[in-house]
């Protein structure tokens, strides 16, 4: 019965080792992945108004934070920009000291004072942007 | 009552070499024995453990035994200076058929409790261990694989490393099912071997061939440190 014993202790043990991945179920949060099912990727840092040449511009800065970039840090991440409705930009977001990357996207002024801004990633192979969100902020 | 007359008869090789002077001839036996063992007493009085002795010439008789067999007399005659080969054909005992039928099936029987379960068993083992290691392997290049997801920095990268997720992923998993039911097999036949086995232990004995020599009683040694002789029992 000893001889039983310890084989089901050792089975059960081994078994342990054996147990589904939940790595793999959480596979799906690279911002360049067409099945991207994490949170929102990027947040709107800033929005202000400047001026240039007598005309008025604002500039809408964005992050993505270094836990949303990939871990092989490449130097620019193509981000495709909609706001509100001015014709959507493209931006290389460059990494930053802290590893996130910072980018933004300037319109000419048209009186508004809160901005939408759907930012995905770019993906040049595909020709269009992936994994697309919104976020609101006001001037 | 027995009769008894001690005598130390002769010391191995000595008392050979004292029959093998004169008027004496060489017999050879040979004993038709599965088991190569064979008993031999010459005239009541010599005993022999061994095929070849050298005897005064003459008419001397043998009965010759081996374990299983019935002990069969011959007689032949040894002529002076010369080698006489005496083919001993031995008859197989009812006592040695019986133990050889009663042994079959106990053999069988053992075969049934521990040797078919026990095989099972080892083969089911071997097979659930094969599986484990290779679901860990898959396991470690899988964990691999989605270490290289999160790094990827392009979407080519990406597709890359998913798809080599769900392969590795999937055999982890149909080696993980193989694992576990291969375990579970050799754990049950684990339990069947030890429970078959108990059982056969409990309800069987293994018989035995009386193989005592009938010249046991006649002969005895005795062994000191500084010397050696053989006891022999008439009557």
């Given amino acids: ?139 | 009552m027995h009769l008894r007359k001690t005598f130390f008869a002769f010391l191995s090789f000595l008392s050979i070499s004292a029959f093998s002077q004169g008027n004496t001839g060489t017999v050879k036996f040979l004993v038709e024995v599965d088991n190569g063992y064979f008993e031999i007493l010459i005239d009541d009085t010599l005993y022999l453990k061994n095929y070849k002795t050298t005897l005064e010439a003459g008419q001397h008789s043998a009965k010759v035994w081996s374990p299983g067999y019935i002990t069969t007399e011959v007689s032949f005659e040894i002529k002076a200076n010369e080698t006489v080969e005496q083919f001993v054909e031995m008859a197989i005992s009812n006592e040695r058929q019986v133990y050889e039928k009663e042994y079959s099936a106990y053999r069988m029987k053992f075969h049934k409790s521990l040797t078919i379960p026990g095989s099972v068993t080892l083969a089911t083992a071997i097979t659930s261990g094969t599986f484990m290691i290779l679901a860990y392997d898959r396991k470690i290049q899988t964990l691999k694989d989605v270490d290289l997801y999160h790094a990827a920095p392009n979407l080519e990268q990406v597709e890359l490393h998913k798809s080599r997720i769900a392969i590795n992923n999937s055999k982890y998993n149909r080696y993980r099912a193989g694992y576990y039911i291969t375990g579970g097999l050799s754990i049950l036949s684990l339990a069947t071997t030890i429970y078959t086995y108990t059982k056969f232990k409990k309800n069987n004995i293994e018989p035995t061939l009386n193989s005592e020599s009938p010249f046991k009683d006649r002969f005895s040694w005795s062994v000191s440190p500084v010397s050696f002789g053989l006891t022999y029992r008439i009557g």
């Fill in chain 1, 1 to 139: 019965m000893k001889r039983l014993l310890f084989a089901l202790i050792g089975f059960a043990l081994l078994s342990s080792c054996l147990k589904k991945l939940p790595e793999v179920e959480s596979a799906n949060t690279n911002i360049f992945d067409t099945a991207y099912a994490g949170e929102r990727w990027f947040v709107v840092e800033d929005v202000y108004l400047y001026t240039t040449n007598n005309t008025q511009y604002v500039e809408v800065e964005y992050k993505i934070p270094q836990s949303f970039a990939p871990d092989l840090s490449p130097t620019g991440i193509m981000v495709e920009g909609n706001c509100n409705d001015y014709d959507s930009q493209l931006d290389s977001a460059i990494i930053g000291s802290d590893g996130s990357y910072y980018g933004g996207f300037n319109y000419q002024y048209d009186g508004s004072t809160n901005f939408c801004l759907e930012a995905g990633v770019f993906i040049r192979e595909l020709d269009y942007s992936i994994n697309k969100f919104t976020e609101c902020a006001d001037l």
